[in-house]
């Protein structure tokens, strides 16, 4: 699109052309090339220079966020809570106490993602877990089971 409106302003600067021959040569409407003309002539060539998009402005401000990281650094405890474990939950509370700011719910995944945090799971272990047990079945009965079942692939080809 840049491209298109850079080279229709050349050639209506050139003034060769009228303005539905531009338009058939570039492919667009000749109210486009219209409105192209009126901003050429209002502002000059910059008028159709390509602009991002700045969508809305951030509710946090950056040093918000830095703030948030310090508290998310600080831990869970500190900020107030019963255990150590950030959940979006719970940094969706402190964004909403210490600044002021409501977030939907499904955002906090991509802000922690901006600021260089992960949204992780915690791996769910029984509390009885005994990992000594576990380590010694690992290294005694799993490779008799690993020998056992590849006998019995063997003895049914």
């Keep these: 699109m840049a491209e298109r409106r850079a080279e229709g302003a050349r050639l209506l600067v050139e003034g060769k052309l009228r303005q539905a021959e531009i338009a058939r040569q570039l ?8 409105k192209w003309k009126k901003q ?3 502002r ?4 159709l220079q390509a602009r991002k998009s700045t969508g809305r402005p951030p509710r946090l401000s950056g040093q918000q966020k830095q703030q948030l990281v310090g508290k998310l650094e600080g831990g869970a405890l500190a900020a107030g ?5 950030w959940t979006q939950a719970r940094v969706l509370q402190v964004i909403a106490r210490e600044f002021g700011v409501h977030y ?8 922690l993602h901006e600021l260089g945090w992960s949204v992780q799971k915690p791996e ?20 008799r ?5 590849a006998a019995r692939r063997r003895d049914r080809l």
């Design 124 to 143: 769910s272990r029984a509390r009885e877990r005994d990992e000594e047990l576990v380590r010694a079945w690992l290294s005694r009965d799993w490779p």
């Design 27 to 34: 492919g667009v409407s000749e109210a486009a090339v219209s």
């Design 104 to 111: 939907h719910p499904n955002y906090i995944s991509r802000l």
């Design 44 to 47: 000059g060539p910059e008028a």
């Design 145 to 149: 089971i690993k020998k056992v079942a």
């Design 40 to 42: 050429l002539d209002e």
């Design 81 to 85: 809570f019963s255990s150590e474990q």
